[in-house]
C-alpha cells in the first residue's frame, strides 16, 4: 500500500464524518515495546482507545474546544 492509497483512504473516511487527522500506527506501539506482534499491538491499539478514560479525554476535549471557540452547546433531547 502507497503513501497516496493511505491518503485516499483518510480522505474518503472524512469525506463520510470521520477524523483522520490523528490516527495510531502499530508502529507507536513498536516504538515501545520492541518485540511485539502486529496483532499485539492492534490489540494494544484497540484496548488503549476504548479505555474509559480516553473516550472521556477525548469527549472533554471536544467540550474544551467548543467553549474556545465560543459556540453556543445545544444538547440532543
Known amino acids: 500500500m502507497t503513501y497516496t ?3 485516499q483512504a483518510k480522505a474518503l473516511l472524512k469525506k463520510v464524518g470521520y477524523h483522520t487527522d490523528n490516527m495510531a500506527h502499530v508502529d507507536d506501539v513498536k516504538k515501545q515495546i520492541k518485540h511485539i506482534s502486529e496483532d499485539d499491538a492492534q490489540e494494544i491499539l484497540s484496548v488503549a482507545y476504548t479505555h474509559d478514560f480516553v473516550k472521556e479525554s477525548i469527549n472533554q ?7 474556545m471557540r465560543n459556540i453556543k452547546l445545544r444538547y440532543n433531547d
Do not use: C, K, P, S
Not at 61 to 67: D, N, T, Y
Open 5 to 7: 492509497d493511505i491518503e
Open 61 to 67: 476535549g471536544i467540550l474544551f474546544a467548543v467553549r
